[in-house]
């Protein structure tokens, strides 16, 4: 019996057999399977976080046109923002970004801005998945996804 048992210690196997293969590739399915929505759920959280820094900017750059002695027109829905928007004459918002206008990283789509005079409030938003313009500043919207 012991000469068996040292025998089969000192055979030298040349490879996996098929069930150790199979355990091994469900393993590494189901990590994958773990993995990939995490991955993915951060990636699409990092694009949010992204725009609402860029929709902070480009509030930065019209308070600081508006600084300059400029006047923000009074608005009563949300305003495409465009390399002119807010500003019909003269100097755009890009000459205040310094980067170009940037699009929003979760649709690749357009900032927007709505500006009450009376209270002096500058919203930015953008569009989320529904299609619907919610607000990244200055108070983040939680259904922008």
Do not use: C
């Amino acid at each position: 019996m012991m000469a068996w048992l040292v025998k089969q210690v000192n055979r030298k196997h040349k490879g996996f057999t098929l069930i150790e293969m199979v355990i091994v590739v469900a393993i590494i399915a189901i990590l994958i399977a773990i993995a990939v929505p995490q991955v993915l759920k951060q990636i699409n959280k990092s694009k949010i976080e992204a725009d609402k820094a860029n929709a902070k900017n480009i509030a930065t750059a019209i308070q600081q046109w508006v600084s300059e002695g400029n006047v923000l027109n009074n608005t009563a829905s949300w305003v495409k923002i465009e390399n002119n928007v807010p500003v019909n004459t003269g100097n755009g918002i890009v000459d205040y970004l310094g980067s170009g206008l940037p699009k929003t990283k979760l649709k690749n789509g357009d900032f927007y801005y709505t500006y009450d005079a009376n209270n002096q409030v500058l919203k930015i938003g953008a569009e989320n998945s529904d299609g619907n313009i919610v607000e990244l500043y200055p108070s983040p919207d939680p259904n922008y996804k």
